[in-house]
């Protein structure tokens, strides 16, 4: 069997250190300390202790050493029985030794994999949350009028998500929502099935104003500085404006032969800020112009080919900012939205903070 790396062995003998000096009063044993971490996701002991083995260390995945730095960011953690605190549970002193121990350990963990720092902590999870709250997905629900035979309740065979719009990002973000955060209740609802306990956890709003008078309530009170208008000139959907120096700016559709013929881009918004409602928890939004532009916000950050180096721009662009909004091209090949890649050029046509991609 080959050594070790040295850089992997000083990772392990970091994380045993942290466990067994950090607070020796607390005789954290690896079990404990597993207890701890499955309250977010089922962890073993015996995963613990290949990570901290100093004969052929494994290297633990980030989010991992992210829940370790938050663990031994506080003594409030073994207060008691030993137990992860979330994020927004720290005071702003315990916040700065979480990012000077996350720092750290993310450092390890490149050298470790023979990475640079900055591709490690470029890399996060959008979609993981930190709390074992609630998430509330509120989906904009079609009128009346727009609804097949499906959907109608008389209709023997009523199917309810046939009253959904947007049913393609639902059940995407959903199943996404549901495998990175397996002990949380995650719901979905359709505007008027909203009750105010929904609002207060972590929400997400799929779809427009027209359609989600909700996704139209927050944003103004979220103070986002994209807005979605109707125009006369585009009859299938809203336009999104943004108001530069006194200037508006406007992001229109494009369409293959002409306003007549098929959709060749479609435009989408990921945003994501505190909830004005509690803001302990987020708000994400993930509108469109179309439905295939809230197909691509979605997919933007779920895909399995794109999704991680949309989150390293994400963090290379955003830091540690709470709040960030991105106006998107989502191009349309064979009526399919392709998942936008914002390293590319001409994709990301607006994010604040910053202002106009050039």
């Not at 125009?231 to 006194?246: H, N, Q």
Request: aromatic share 6%.
């Amino acid at each position: 069997m080959q050594p070790a790396p040295p850089a992997a062995m000083r990772l392990a003998q970091r994380l045993r250190q942290l466990r067994q000096q950090r607070w020796p009063d607390a005789r954290l044993t690896q079990d404990k300390l597993a207890k701890a971490f499955s309250a977010e996701e089922n962890l073993a002991a015996a995963t613990v202790s290949s990570w901290e083995s100093l004969n052929s260390p494994k290297v633990p995945p980030r989010h991992r050493l992210l829940a370790y730095a938050r663990f031994f960011a506080s003594p409030r953690s073994v207060e008691a029985d030993p137990k992860l605190l979330g994020l927004e549970e720290l005071t702003q002193d315990e916040k700065s030794t979480y990012k000077k121990l996350e720092a750290e350990l993310l450092g390890l963990r490149s050298a470790a994999n023979g990475e640079s720092p900055e591709e490690d902590i470029a890399f996060s999870r959008s979609w993981h949350f930190t709390d074992t709250g609630r998430v509330t997905l509120v989906c904009a629900e079609l009128p009346s009028d727009q609804t097949g035979p499906l959907g109608k309740p008389s209709n023997p065979n009523y199917t309810e998500l046939q009253t959904y719009a947007d049913v393609d990002a639902l059940m995407e973000l959903h199943g996404h929502l549901r495998a990175e955060n397996p002990l949380m209740t995650v719901h979905f609802r359709t505007p008027p099935e909203v009750e105010p306990d929904d609002l207060t956890g972590h929400v997400i709003l799929l779809g427009g104003v027209v359609w989600n008078e909700i996704t139209g309530r927050l944003s103004e009170m979220a103070r986002l500085p994209v807005r979605q208008v109707t125009d006369s000139k585009l009859l299938s959907g809203e336009i999104f404006i943004v108001e530069i120096e006194g200037k508006d700016h406007q992001f229109w559709p494009k369409w293959i032969d002409g306003d007549d013929g098929l959709l060749a881009e479609d435009v989408g918004l990921l945003a994501r800020v505190p909830n004005p409602l509690n803001s302990g928890r987020t708000l994400t939004i993930c509108n469109g112009i179309h439905s295939r532009g809230v197909y691509g916000a979605v997919r933007s950050l779920t895909d399995a080919q794109l999704r991680e180096s949309n989150e390293r721009y994400i963090s290379a662009n955003f830091g540690n900012s709470e709040s960030f909004a991105i106006l998107m091209s989502v191009k349309v090949i064979k009526n399919q939205a392709m998942t936008p890649d914002f390293s590319s050029p001409d994709v990301v046509l607006y994010q604040w903070p910053g202002g106009i991609a050039t």
